[in-house]
Every structure is written in C-alpha cells, then in structure tokens.
C-alpha cells in the first residue's frame, strides 16, 4: 500500500524530530510544573526558553523548504506539519503563561490530569513524526495517530467534567474565569495534536 512512501531527505526528517522533541520537552515540564505548588519566574523562564528553541526549529525548516528544490512532501504539508508541531509548544507556552500572570497557587488536580494526558498525546505525536521516515513504520504511525485521536477524546470529557465541577463548586467569579481559560487551553493542545495526526494521516494516503 505504500510503495514508495517518503523521498529519503532525512535533513528534513531530522528537523521535523528536533521540533517534535521541543515539543515532548514542554509537555513533560509542563507536567512537572503543574506538581509544583507555583510557578515563579525561573520556571517561567525556563518553558519560554523551550518554546523559543522550537521555534528556532520551526524557522529553520521553513528556511530550508524556500531554498530545497525537492522536499519529502508536499510543501503545504511541510508548511502544515511545522505549524502544527509549533503550535502545540506555543500553546503550552501560553497556559504556563496565564497560571503565572494569574498567580494560580497550589496543585491543582484537575490540571495534573490534563497534563497527563497532554504529555502521552505529545509523546504520541513524536512517534508519528519520527515514523514518517520510512514506509516499513506505517502501522506504528496510523496506530499511533488513532491514540492521538483517543486522547483527545479523553480530553474533551475530562473538560467537561472539570467545567461542571468548577462551576457547582468554585464561588469566586474570578477564579472561575480564570481556571475556565486554562482548562479549555489545556483541551485545545490536545485538539492541535489531533490536527496534526491527521496532516500526517493525509501525507502518507497521498504517498500510497
């Protein structure tokens, strides 16, 4: 089904990884963050840092595909993957972000459970990146791109189940709008690792 499934430009493939891996490193610090009582400065710091690095990555792609006259895929796709596997880091940034300027103290729960799962979608979403090198991995990337799928599922329930529980239980209006906005970004990294798989989903039905 899928002879001949990716050009071997494994420069590219090399990049597509190191943006995957800025991508795993926010989500697996976003999770240590969350454990920690508050987020001060330093830590703040650090998540901006990898989101800058990915960044970086990011540019350096897109540098590339404008001065590459073969590439291993569509540009668009190339274009696609790059914003998607970049938004995913941004987005985490911005939730780090707003618990910092919203002074939000203590653990909470419910952002300990989100960042459970984000961390394994994150994870997932590098195994599809990683397996887009070769055509023997096509089994490993669809299965994992229906995990990716699952986990968004998960989020969408635990979203709402974390909005009713907010609702019925938190009296102080302002909290309230402030949680409401993190969960809901929490749900939505889970919704750009869903777009992202299927980018892939897409590139490698074209390659078939």
């Known amino acids: 089904m899928f002879h001949n499934f990716l050009?071997?430009?494994?420069?590219?493939?090399?990049?597509?990884?190191?943006?995957?891996?800025c991508a795993v490193e926010a989500a697996a610090y976003f999770k240590d963050l969350v454990q920690r009582a508050n987020i001060d400065e330093a830590a703040y710091e650090k998540m901006h840092d990898i989101e800058h690095k990915g960044d970086d990555v990011?540019?350096?792609?897109?540098?590339?595909?404008?001065?590459?006259?073969?590439?291993?895929?569509?540009?668009?796709?190339?274009?696609?993957?790059?914003?998607?596997?970049?938004?995913?880091?941004?987005?985490?940034?911005?939730?780090?972000?707003?618990?910092?300027?919203?002074?939000?103290?203590?653990?909470?729960?419910?952002?300990?459970?989100f960042a459970d799962v984000i961390e394994e979608s994150v994870r997932s979403v590098s195994i599809v990146v990683k397996g887009m090198?070769?055509?023997?991995?096509?089994?490993?990337?669809?299965?994992?791109?229906?995990?990716?799928?699952?986990?968004?599922?998960?989020?969408?329930?635990?979203?709402?189940?974390v909005l009713a529980e907010l609702f019925e239980n938190e009296k102080d209006p302002i909290t309230v709008i402030k949680l409401k906005e993190i969960y809901q970004d929490a749900e939505t990294v889970l919704d750009i690792c869903e777009d992202l798989a299927h980018v892939v989903k897409s590139v490698l039905l074209k390659q078939a």
């Open 58 to 113: 990011a540019h350096d792609i897109i540098d590339k595909l404008d001065k590459s006259f073969i590439t291993p895929f569509d540009r668009e796709d190339i274009h696609a993957l790059v914003k998607e596997l970049d938004d995913v880091t941004d987005m985490i940034n911005t939730i780090v972000s707003r618990m910092k300027v919203y002074k939000i103290k203590g653990v909470d729960k419910n952002l300990v459970k």
């Open 7 to 21: 050009p071997k430009e494994y420069s590219f493939f090399d990049l597509f990884d190191k943006q995957a891996a």
């Open 133 to 161: 090198r070769n055509k023997k991995n096509a089994k490993v990337v669809f299965d994992s791109c229906i995990e990716i799928n699952r986990l968004e599922n998960v989020g969408d329930s635990l979203r709402d189940d």
